[in-house]
């Protein structure tokens, strides 16, 4: 069973949910940019939840599938069809094969993630599926999909191969979509439109207060020089009080940290290990994947929360992703 | 103090847990499906609300349709009974996640002690005596033989996710071992989708003793005295009694501190019932720990004074126990039968119909756990239990022969009914000179019928 | 009275078991499911099939039936909030139509109409929460 990429799209790259022990020895962390539009496609074809999947980027690939395969869109609205029918996402989807999907458009959002049943077969680099373009490790040969490319998909497990067989036993034309999805996804518009919660950087109290009051009341514009590595934002500058004598320590995910330009970058999934930069806050971790669906030329503003606050919505965010794992099984 | 409790089950479990309710002022809320419409649980519940068709998967064991009525009754906490999703790891763990009191141990609790394998890991590590046999999972033959040599045969392979006698095989002859092994396995695949299997030795002819444990939140773990349930049919309880004819003091408070070493090792909360298998020689091997509140905990109240139902509410709540276990005086003997509509003389087969007339003996010292009523019509989908009958007498002979009496005063009409088999057995002279093991009603159904 | 969503139960419930023939009597119906044949026999003159319940018939022709809840969720007449509703009084369904979602669990199924005709009332208002079984909508069908 296989994937023929006949279009790769702008920047598809296969991702999991990372590579993890070797931060140390410099080999960063990668994977998804939205990890939990990539946990809950898997979730929908019955695979674990740090499966590698296809992540798709504002241009989505043209894709023939070679036999049936059971898959699952979520993240962006890509517009995706095959053959000339929309594909509903956030829900599993029977596939026949010889079918072609496309993606006709982004309609909001940055990101797309399909997922397989069975996942793909491609080596693990260092415990991880995930591609580091930098380095050309992980992934398809450590790039992105390029025309031509075959990728084989895996077994899938008891769970794909009955949902498989229940959604083709209604019969279809190219393929037949569950009539039930996840709902409420960040990638709305509605969604877009609200706040990442932010809390304070290890550095925030050496900035000025307007500085302080900036950031969370003004917009900031996603810059194009924005990729894997971080997103780099334009607004009011950023001025700490006095210059911050930094020896480079431990950056993390969702960290923003101030350059002496004054304008902000997000780390997110490509983030180098360590960092100079005086750091002035930090994303809250349920709402990196949010970030990471905005576009260049989108404006982001942030809101400040406590730590506690943010510790509550990532252990609500994991609970509601226990329970949609339950509901899905519910569904055979 | 709770206020509002969902109880996900049904028939005499589902009444029982309501009435707990009613006796604390909590307010129940059950969910039937369209073949219980007209059940008791349904009908005098403070709300019900129906939640799938007759088949359990759609309705009794359906995860969301439950938690999505917990949500909009506002509940507090859910009881799942026993049976359906009582011991389903994920459940628990789902109310949890959806902000609901899981009225039982945690999904963790459940998982460690639903392994068969893995609770006999944590038993031997917690100092708890275990059946002799292989520490692990069996992943190959010749290991199976050679610890099948090491213990002895007979030899019994049993599934890990098993239960209810699946995947299991007694083992007599090395030779016929490697066969046993597949299909024990193949068997456990398809009735559990795990086909892991473990081996011990079988013991003959054993008796089934099982602790009832009472856990709260904060450590507190008191054992209540044993049940005997060795008045079986196929690994199916028909008979239980507290105490045990086979049980004396100094081995109860053995097997007592046995069991509460197994709960605290899991960290448990709530009732618990840890099981035990006693040898000819009365020495007793921990067999598995069931993580729910059991069909027999009648017997239980009934000599020790003590309302399980309740405290299994009350240590939800966050309630410390009413009791330490210098408090748990045992007095008297207790028996439950468990009465079916099943024709015992035709292979236990189910025969569902319509209880025209049902008419349950009344007294001092009896007690009926049902939820029948003269007209109910008993529908296929769900086990074929009619009622429990319970007796307290001061001695055994009292409590057999007042639940002989009153089995006799039992009218059940329109079903055929198991009450005849009970009245055979108690009056069997080797069940009242109390030498019942697992394997006696099998063995000698027919002569019990003459 | 056996339902016929109960009758397909018992059928399933039957073919899973080891039973090859499966009697069942009531004093309104009696039932005989032989497993290894095509044939089903019922031997009860008065024996009907009631799986979605008949209010009114409107004329000889046409008939009101209900459309009823295939799971306990709560009701959504649109596919997000502020979107257009599936089906408004009046709307023409055929069986595929999808006519309202229900959630359960933070998962939402698109609920199809299964009869044809004429959406002449709405039972249920956006939000409401649902049982198994509860009418949601009512349908003129010929």
Same mark, same amino acid.
Request: some cysteine; hydrophobic content about 40%.
């Given at each position: 069973m296989s994937l023929k990429i006949m279009r790769p799209g702008l920047l598809t790259t296969i991702q999991d949910l990372g590579r993890y022990g070797y931060q140390k020895i410099g080999v960063l962390v990668s994977g998804a940019m939205d990890q939990y539009s990539l946990r809950l496609a898997n979730l929908l074809v019955g695979n674990p939840e740090r499966q590698g999947a296809l992540e798709i980027s504002l241009t989505g690939? /043209?894709?023939?599938? &070679?036999?049936? &395969?059971?898959?699952?869109?979520? $993240?962006a609205d890509m517009c995706p069809v095959i053959d000339g029918w929309p594909v509903a996402t956030l829900r599993p989807?029977?596939?026949?094969?010889?079918?072609?999907?496309?993606? &006709?458009?982004?309609?909001?959002?940055?990101?797309?993630?399909?997922?397989?049943?069975? $996942?793909?077969?491609?080596?693990?680099?260092?415990?991880?599926?995930? /591609?580091?373009l930098r380095a050309g490790i992980g992934g398809l040969e450590g790039r992105a999909l390029k025309h031509g490319d075959i990728l084989e998909t895996g077994t899938p497990n008891e769970y794909g191969i009955q949902m498989s067989r229940l959604l083709l036993s209604r019969g279809a034309r190219s393929f037949a979509a569950a009539h039930w999805c996840i709902g409420v996804v960040h990638t709305t518009p509605a969604r877009l439109a609200l706040?990442?919660?932010i809390t304070k950087g290890l550095q925030y109290d050496g900035f000025t207060e307007k500085s302080k009051t900036d950031l969370c009341t003004q917009g900031f514009k996603v810059t194009t020089s924005s990729d894997r590595m971080g997103y780099r934002l334009e607004g009011p500058i950023l001025k700490p009080i006095e210059h911050i004598e930094m020896i480079s320590e431990a950056a993390t995910l969702g960290t923003v940290q101030v350059p002496p330009s004054g304008n902000p970058i997000v780390l997110l999934a490509d983030h180098q290990s360590t960092a100079g930069y005086p750091k002035i806050a930090q994303v809250s971790f349920v709402d990196v994947a949010r970030v990471a669906q905005y576009k260049p030329g989108d404006t982001i503003y942030f809101k400040m929360i406590t730590n506690a606050a943010a510790e509550d919505l990532y252990i609500k965010k994991e609970q509601y992703m226990e329970n949609v794992k339950i509901a899905i099984a519910a569904k055979l | 103090m709770l206020k509002k409790v969902l109880i996900a089950n049904r028939g005499e479990i589902a009444l029982r847990v309501i009435k707990a309710c009613e006796l604390t002022g909590i307010k129940s809320v059950a969910v039937y499906s369209t073949a219980d419409k007209e059940s008791l649980p349904a009908l005098i519940a403070d709300e019900a609300y129906c939640i799938g068709s007759a088949q359990a998967k759609k309705s009794y064991l359906d995860i969301p349709s439950v938690l999505e009525v917990a949500r909009r009754a506002e509940v507090d906490a859910i009881h799942p009974g026993y049976g359906f999703l009582a011991e389903n790891a994920d459940f628990a763990d789902a109310c949890v996640n959806a902000g609901f009191i899981f009225i039982g141990p945690s999904g963790d609790a459940i998982r460690k002690m639903g392994d068969k394998a893995e609770a006999r890991k944590t038993m031997t590590n917690a100092g708890v005596p275990v059946v002799p046999g292989t520490k692990d999972l069996i992943t190959s033959l010749s290991e199976a033989k050679k610890v099948a040599e090491e213990i002895g045969y007979p030899v019994l392979i049993k599934a890990t996710a098993g239960g209810g006698g699946k995947g299991m095989r007694v083992v007599r002859k090395p030779d016929d071992l490697e066969k046993a092994l597949r299909q024990a396995s193949q068997e456990s695949e398809r009735s559990f989708g795990n086909s892991g299997v473990y081996l011990e030795k079988y013991l003959e002819d054993s008796r089934h003793v099982e602790i009832q444990i009472m856990a709260d939140n904060y450590g507190n773990v008191v054992y209540l005295g044993e #049940?005997?349930?060795?008045?079986? #049919? #196929?690994?199916?309880?028909? @008979?239980?009694? +507290? !105490?045990?004819?086979?049980v004396d003091h100094e081995m109860r408070q053995s097997m007592g501190k046995a069991a509460v070493a197994a709960a605290k090792a899991v960290h448990y909360s709530g009732a618990g019932t840890v099981e035990f298998i006693v040898d000819a020689h009365k020495k007793f091997y921990f067999m598995e720990m069931n993580t729910r509140i059991q069909v027999e905990h009648p017997v239980t109240e009934m000599i020790s004074?003590?309302?399980?139902?309740?405290?299994?509410?009350?240590?939800?709540s966050g309630d410390e126990l009413p009791w330490s276990q210098k408090d748990i005086k045992l007095k008297g003997w207790a028996i439950e039968c468990r009465i079916n509509a099943e024709d015992y003389k035709h292979g236990f087969m189910p025969c569902p119909g319509k209880v025209k007339v049902y008419l349950p003996p009344q007294g001092e010292g009896i007690r009926v756990d049902s939820c029948m009523f003269s007209g109910y019509d008993i529908t296929p989908f769900y086990d074929s239990m009619i009622a429990k009958v319970i007796v307290w007498g001061p001695t055994r002979l009292e409590a057999i022969n007042k639940m002989k009496g009153a089995l006799k005063?039992?009218?059940?009409?329109?079903?055929?009914?198991?009450? !005849?088999?009970?009245?055979?057995? @108690?009056?069997? !002279?080797?069940?009242? +000179?109390?030498?019942?093991?697992?394997?006696?009603?099998?063995?000698?159904?027919e002569e019990i019928l003459q | 009275m056996l339902t016929l969503d109960e009758i397909k139960d018992l059928m399933q419930s039957v073919d899973a078991s080891g039973f090859t023939t499966f009697k069942y009597n009531t004093e309104d119906c009696s039932l005989v499911l032989k497993k290894g044949t095509t044939s089903v026999v019922t031997t009860s003159p008065s024996l009907t099939i009631a799986d979605k319940p008949i209010s009114k018939p409107a004329t000889d022709e046409e008939r009101i039936v209900e459309i009823t809840a295939p799971s306990v969720g709560t009701f959504y007449k649109s596919s997000e909030p502020g979107a257009e509703a599936f089906v408004e009084v009046g709307s023409v369904v055929k069986e595929n139509t999808i006519v309202c979602i229900l959630e359960a669990m933070k998962l939402f199924t698109e609920i199809e109409a299964e009869v044809s005709g004429e959406i002449v009332e709405i039972l249920v208002k956006d939000g409401d929460f649902v049982e198994y079984g509860q009418p949601l909508f009512k349908v003129k069908t010929k």
């Open positions: 690939p /043209t894709i023939e599938f &070679t036999a049936d &395969t059971l898959i699952a869109i979520t $993240g989807v029977a596939v026949k094969a010889g079918s072609v999907l496309k993606f &006709t458009g982004c309609k909001s959002g940055c990101r797309a993630y399909l997922a397989v049943a069975g $996942g793909f077969e491609i080596p693990t680099v260092m415990g991880s599926q995930s /591609t580091y706040p990442i919660r | #049940r005997d349930c060795s008045t079986q #049919r #196929r690994h199916q309880k028909l @008979l239980e009694e +507290a !105490p045990s004819p086979v004074g003590t309302d399980l139902v309740r405290t299994q509410l009350m240590v939800a005063k039992f009218r059940i009409e329109g079903v055929k009914t198991t009450i !005849p088999l009970h009245l055979r057995l @108690l009056e069997n !002279p080797d069940f009242v +000179a109390g030498k019942v093991g697992t394997t006696y009603v099998e063995k000698h159904l | -």
